[in-house]
């Protein structure tokens, strides 16, 4: 089971770090990727890290202001969001796929193991 936290209101412009950690197994061997799912909208990737190298990815609409990061000591993966913007609004969800130790493509039917999410809410 993978746990997402640190969401929460934050003011347009601000800054938020979320968290992902692993229940039950250790995260440092599987690639993680952060995915978002705005209301009425469909899940989307944005962003992930791979367990091989440790390369990142990010969408264009995230790239520059968020940064994902991992810390194998403390098995935990971070999504660090600068600048927020109204439109990143929504719940973030950290996964794994379980078969493979890269993080792209970042779709939704590679990654297996989910967490329940953590909502982020933009003030304006």
């Known amino acids: 089971e993978l746990v997402e936290s640190g969401g929460g209101l934050v003011q347009s412009g601000g800054s938020m770090r979320l968290s992902c950690t692993a229940s039950g197994f250790t995260l440092d061997i599987y690639p993680v990727g952060w995915f978002r799912q705005a209301p009425g909208k469909e899940r989307e990737g944005i962003s992930c890290?791979?367990?091989?190298?440790?390369?990142?990815y990010y969408v264009d609409s995230v790239k520059g202001r968020f940064t994902v990061a991992r810390d194998n000591d403390r098995k935990t993966v971070y999504l660090q969001m600068t600048n927020l913007k109204p439109e990143d609004e929504g719940t973030y969800f950290c996964a794994a796929p379980a078969y493979d130790n890269e993080c792209v493509p970042l779709v939704l039917s590679r990654y297996h193991m989910w967490g329940q999410g953590t909502q982020v809410a933009i003030s304006s």
């Open positions: 890290i791979s367990s091989s190298d440790g390369s990142t």
